[in-house]
């Protein structure tokens, strides 16, 4: 559905110096998918997603949606494809002096509707964000939240393919995050829209994507499957990110920082275990003491559902007086449960313990 085919894009800022903000990326994203683009301030993300619909015209590379390259349409051409790429953002671009009706009847001022039909046609999209008993008010009534709704009625008013969601709830408290979000699955699943969603919050992405890319430094440096990235992450900075999501990072300060704690450690004792799917159920705990005699103390622990799937990490502290570690690693690893031991060097928190 979007293939962005070695994307490049150059700025020069105000001392003369070219600034490389996408860097040679490439991406397939599929019909009904809703995708997520990761990455800190800086990286890249908002460049790349105005790239989809043109509002940034790339130095080099291909945009081809539904097999047809952005860049080879003329002007008119190109006015009638961004109709079909609906966008939101995170201060919602609302026209103050409209009210929320004619906030969502203008991108359908040329539609070849009767007015009835715009009518019925706004109706509809207001009911489906929860907007119905708002249609008179002005956006400077309503709350964040609200407001990001009728952005997404305006946003889906031209029947959109696709969806673009620039940050679409960094503004918002995480109540109205959280409703957002769940509005934005329930128009991917009813409606069927491609949607592809920037944010700095891994937290975003695990709760609606399918499918996410990392960025940093204008370059894609990971792209995957939702549970595959969150359950391996390759680099360094994608595991920053789902450390920060699952409070990963915190429980290891949390750790390391408790003095009682911090003194009984055995560093090479603790481990990260993580398990997915149906190892969710299996009784390892009870199953590793009962063979090995092993001691399990859970210092940290969480399991969450990503794509349906449950997805479980703990950081434990493991002994056994009659088998070595190793063999309990290798037959937890038989179990499909990945495991890492946690060596000093590997942090320095833990180091200088
Ligand atoms: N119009 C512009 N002129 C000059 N430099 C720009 C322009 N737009 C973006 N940049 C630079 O390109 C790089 C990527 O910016 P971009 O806004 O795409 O990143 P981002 O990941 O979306 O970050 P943020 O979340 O802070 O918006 C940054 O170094 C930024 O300063």
């Known amino acids: 559905m979007i293939k962005l085919e070695n994307i490049e894009v150059y700025f020069h800022d105000k001392h003369g110096q070219t600034v490389q903000a996408v860097d040679k990326v490439n991406l397939h994203i599929r019909k009904g998918e809703i995708f997520g683009i990761v990455g800190y301030s800086g990286a890249g993300k908002s460049t790349l997603v105005r ?10 590379g291909s945009v081809i949606i539904n097999n047809q390259d952005l860049m080879d349409l003329n002007d008119k051409q190109l006015r009638a494809a961004r109709k079909k790429i609906g ?5 919602f671009n609302l026209m103050n002096s409209r009210t929320v009706y004619g906030n969502v009847l203008y991108p359908l001022r040329d539609a070849k509707l009767s007015k009835t039909e715009k009518e019925q046609k706004i109706e509809q999209l207001l009911s489906l ?3 119905s008993d708002k249609r008179d008010v002005y956006p400077s009534q309503l709350s964040g939240g609200q407001k990001q709704r009728v952005a997404i009625a305006r946003a889906l008013a031209n029947d959109p393919e696709i969806l673009l969601c620039d940050e679409a ?4 408290d995480p109540k109205n995050t959280q409703a957002i ?3 934005l699955k329930e128009v991917n699943q009813k409606l069927g829209i491609t949607m592809v969603l920037i944010t700095h919050e891994m937290d975003v992405i695990k709760e609606i994507c399918h499918k996410v890319a990392v960025m940093e430094k ?3 440096i990971e792209a995957g499957n939702l549970v595959d990235i969150f359950c391996h992450p390759k680099h360094s900075l994608t595991q920053d990110f789902i450390y920060t999501a699952s409070n990963v990072e915190l429980a290891y300060q949390n750790i390391f920082d ?3 704690l911090a003194s009984k450690l055995q560093i090479n004792h603790l481990f990260e275990l993580q398990y997915k799917g149906h190892n969710s159920f299996s009784p ?3 199953e590793i003491n009962q063979r090995y005699q092993a001691k399990l103390t859970i210092l940290y622990s969480n399991v969450e559902i990503i794509q349906a799937q449950p997805v479980g990490r703990l950081i434990v502290l493991l002994t056994s007086d009659s088998t070595p570690i190793e063999v309990i690693e290798s037959y937890l690893q038989s179990q499909n449960i990945a495991l890492s031991r946690l060596h000093a060097l590997q942090h320095e928190n833990y180091y200088s313990i």
Do not use: E
Request: proline share 6%.
């Open 51 to 60: 790239v989809i619909n043109l509002l940034q015209k790339p130095q080099a």
């Open 87 to 91: 966008m939101i953002f995170q201060h």
């Open 129 to 131: 964000v929860g907007l």
């Open 169 to 172: 709830t960094s503004a918002l």
């Open 181 to 183: 979000l769940k509005l």
């Open 218 to 220: 204008g370059r894609v």
């Open 258 to 260: 408790h003095p009682q």
């Open 284 to 286: 390892f705990i009870s």
